[in-house]
């Protein structure tokens, strides 16, 4: 099922067109990697969809214009995980997940419904993170901030996720952790769509692949057919490694081109 | 551990925030009987209670009705919407340093009360003082605000909350200056330094309508700052309408001020001390933060304006000039704890 269809996106700021004539269809349960050098339009892309940034053309959500949605029916199908996790307060962990459900009115972390409690049970125990609950943001380390922050989106438990690079500044092993449970919710039907700049990430989870380049989308498909050579020299300027692990694709950038 | 054990802890932690607001409420109450009793004539509490309820001597009755309830409810009220003003602010602007004083918020507001007595627009007990100081306010923290911009660093807050407060300083003292009637520049000199001393109902009535919607615009608005703390796009995404929450805090924090520094002058500092003085028992979150402050703040103006009835002098000690005399070392101390954290932008 198509979940967000897109025509014709674009995006100016402060007067210069960062994102130009995007269209595309993206159907719920696909984990959909977003990639594209430095500059290319994929946080705005990303913000656009979550309606942070004014765009022209139209954005369908389940159907529907997001223009016509208010701001709360908004973020309760977008859930937007920025760059950098900040948290501005010491706030507990919990309450940072607990704040998930604000879209749902749940205005109070300490007085949830049973159902978004169970939410924001269901989306700590997701992320691992149950264990330091009651430990405030500042005595997090980094990999247990990023997780918290994922938490906190996966409790609004919105039919889309747009997650804004949220391996980066991990070790290896909390690379693999986050890409893990974002695979497996989109495998529960969520349209999960990632930015990053790790290509080897991108060809190993996600269904489908879409290159930007200087705001305009100029590939999109599985990741072998997205990242093929010919893109990956002309958008990236590099050549790559293609092999295959343990059933999986493998890209690794090699050589500049 | 389990869910069930994370909530045990939530629970903890609600029942410790409930303990220190009791705690809060019955200082408060304290501070008004004994604000009520002290003065130049000094009553018990009991005799205090008894002359509001309408009953023991005629004289004990017109001291505490007349004469210290206005003053009382006054210092109560203002200290209350300045706590919650310096609240908000700082969970607006995520930034414990953020108060109305420092913004140049009561001074832009007296600026506004001077302009309408020193013009002679209006006398000092006509409802023009508090639209005035009101309307500088907004302008003052709007503008602020407006510099400041979307993400603005604690360096260009600061820097512009100088300009501006030197900036409404600078044109009080033009109006003072081109005054020809030398009382009238004593007089604003007085007011200007804050004081609760003579209110009368009149007073209350001119104050208190606009304190009162200051407060329940910012309390409308209280569980946006716990979402404001993972960042505006965050809170955006999150369904805050950022813009029109700013709108409203400045409308609130103007209205509140402005109505305040109508009656009673400048009285600074006692919204950047009030947060501070709860968050190590209430905890960071913005929106928890927001009541104790309003009490915390109530309770440091009825217990500052006590303390100029007690100490000894030989003229007023004015109520303005004793919280910035306690509130900008206070001040100086943030700036040196805070001061790892400001590396990057000031030292």
């Known amino acids: 099922m198509t979940q967000v269809a897109v025509q014709n996106l674009g995006v100016s700021l402060a007067g210069r067109a960062v994102l130009r004539d995007v269209s595309l269809a993206l159907s719920s349960g696909h984990l959909v990697a977003l990639v594209g050098p430095n500059g290319a339009g994929k946080t705005t892309l990303l913000r656009a969809l979550a309606g942070l940034v004014p765009s022209s053309g139209t954005i369908l959500v389940s159907g529907e214009a997001l223009s016509s949605l208010s701001l709360r029916e908004r973020a309760k199908r977008f859930a937007y995980l920025p760059q950098g996790h900040i948290v501005h307060w010491p706030l507990a962990a919990r309450d940072i997940v607990a704040l998930g459900r604000y879209p749902h009115g749940a205005t109070d972390p300490a007085r949830l419904t049973q159902s978004d409690a169970e939410a924001v049970a269901r989306a700590m125990q997701a992320t691992d993170v149950v264990e330091f609950a009651a430990r405030r943001a500042t005595e997090l380390s980094g990999g247990e901030r990023s997780r918290v922050a994922l938490a906190r989106v996966l409790a609004v438990e919105a039919p889309v996720i747009l997650a804004d690079e949220p391996t980066s500044s991990l070790d290896p092993r909390h690379q693999l952790d986050v890409m893990k449970t974002l695979r497996k919710t989109a495998d529960e039907g969520v349209l999960v769509i990632v930015v990053t700049h790790d290509l080897g990430l991108a060809a190993r989870f996600a269904d489908t692949v879409l290159v930007l380049s200087d705001g305009r989308l100029v590939s999109q498909g599985a990741a072998c057919e997205a990242l093929s050579e010919k893109i990956m020299a002309e958008v990236f300027r590099v050549s790559a490694y293609r092999g295959e692990y343990q059933r999986e694709s493998v890209i690794v950038p090699w050589a500049e081109v | ?347």
């Open chain 2, 1 to 347: 551990m389990s869910i069930a054990s994370v909530m045990a802890t939530a629970d903890i932690a609600a029942r410790r925030r409930a303990g220190v607001m009791a705690a809060l409420v019955l200082l408060v109450v304290l501070l008004l009987l004994v604000s009520l009793g002290i003065g130049a004539v000094r009553l018990s509490p009991l005799t205090v209670i008894d002359a509001l309820v309408g009953e023991g001597s005629d004289v004990a009755q017109v001291i505490v009705r007349e004469i210290r309830l206005p003053r009382t409810i006054l210092g109560f009220a203002i200290g209350a919407i300045l706590g919650l003003s310096g609240a908000a602010l700082q969970g607006l602007l995520r930034n414990p340093l953020a108060s109305p004083s420092l913004f140049g918020a009561p001074q832009s507001a007296a600026l506004g009360a001077v302009l309408v007595i020193a013009l002679g627009l209006a006398d000092v007990r006509s409802y023009a003082l508090p639209v005035a100081a009101i309307a500088m306010a907004f302008a003052s923290v709007f503008v602020l605000l407006a510099i400041a911009g979307r993400n603005a660093g604690l360096l260009i807050l600061i820097l512009a909350g100088l300009a501006i407060s030197s900036l409404a300083g600078a044109a009080t003292a033009l109006v003072m200056n081109l005054s020809k009637n030398p009382f009238i520049v004593l007089e604003i000199t007085f007011w200007l330094l804050g004081s609760l001393e003579d209110r009368s109902f009149r007073h209350v009535m001119l104050a208190l309508p606009f304190i009162a919607a200051g407060a329940i615009v910012l309390l409308s608005q209280r569980s946006a700052f716990r979402v404001l703390s993972l960042g505006e796009e965050t809170a955006q995404s999150l369904g805050v309408d950022i813009g029109r929450l700013r709108l409203l805090v400045i409308i609130g924090v103007a209205l509140g001020v402005g109505g305040a520094v109508a009656v009673t002058g400048t009285i600074g500092f006692i919204g950047l001390v009030a947060p501070h003085l709860m968050r190590p028992l209430i905890g960071h979150d913005p929106t928890r933060l927001l009541l104790p402050s309003a009490l915390t703040g109530a309770a440091l103006l009825l217990a500052a304006d006590i303390a100029v009835r007690i100490i000894p002098s030989t003229s007023d000690i004015k109520v303005g000039v004793l919280t910035s005399i306690i509130g900008v070392p206070f001040f100086l101390y943030l700036i040196v704890r805070e001061r790892r954290a400001l590396g990057g932008g000031v030292a």
